[in-house]
């Protein structure tokens, strides 16, 4: 039976929950082992609950130290990408030919010679007088 997009969203938030609940479980556990062991050695309360702040402060320095990481190699291949080629899909590492520069004198023969489709004018895109 196919589950509606209701269903599926409930049974998704039912898992957040349950992942949810085992972590701040395991995480309480934990910190309450270390207010043990500071109690037992005389040391202030407070300082047991520093294992878990600095456990914290890690991982969420971790995700935002990967995500940058992440988001700079991609943004590092699209450069590469969009860079690495010219209007001529000619690598930037090759020498382009003479006729590529675009100050270059050309002749009005090289100048028509350029075949645009247009419905006016013989091969090379000269007019003729003799229709």
């Known amino acids: 039976m196919h589950k509606t997009q209701h269903e599926k ?7 957040a929950a349950t992942f949810w609940k085992k972590i701040k479980k395991i995480a309480s556990a934990g910190d309450q082992r270390c207010v043990a ?3 037992q050695h005389g040391l202030p309360v407070w300082v047991g609950h520093i294992p878990l702040t600095i456990i914290l402060l ?3 320095a971790g995700a935002v130290i990967g995500g ?3 988001s700079s190699c991609i943004v590092i291949v699209c450069l590469l990408y969009f860079f690495g080629k010219t209007k001529t899909d000619v690598p930037l590492w090759e020498t382009k030919d003479d006729n590529d520069d ?3 004198e050309r002749t009005y023969e ?3 010679a ?3 489709g247009a419905p006016y004018g013989e091969s090379y895109g000269t007019w003729s ?3």
Not at 9 to 15: D, E, L, P, T
């Open 9 to 15: 969203a409930w049974q998704r938030g039912v898992y």
């Open 37 to 39: 062991f500071t109690k």
């Open 58 to 60: 890690l991982l969420f």
């Open 68 to 70: 940058m990481i992440f």
């Open 102 to 104: 675009p100050f270059a």
């Open 110 to 112: 090289q100048l028509n």
């Open 114 to 116: 350029i075949d645009d």
């Open 129 to 131: 007088d003799s229709d």
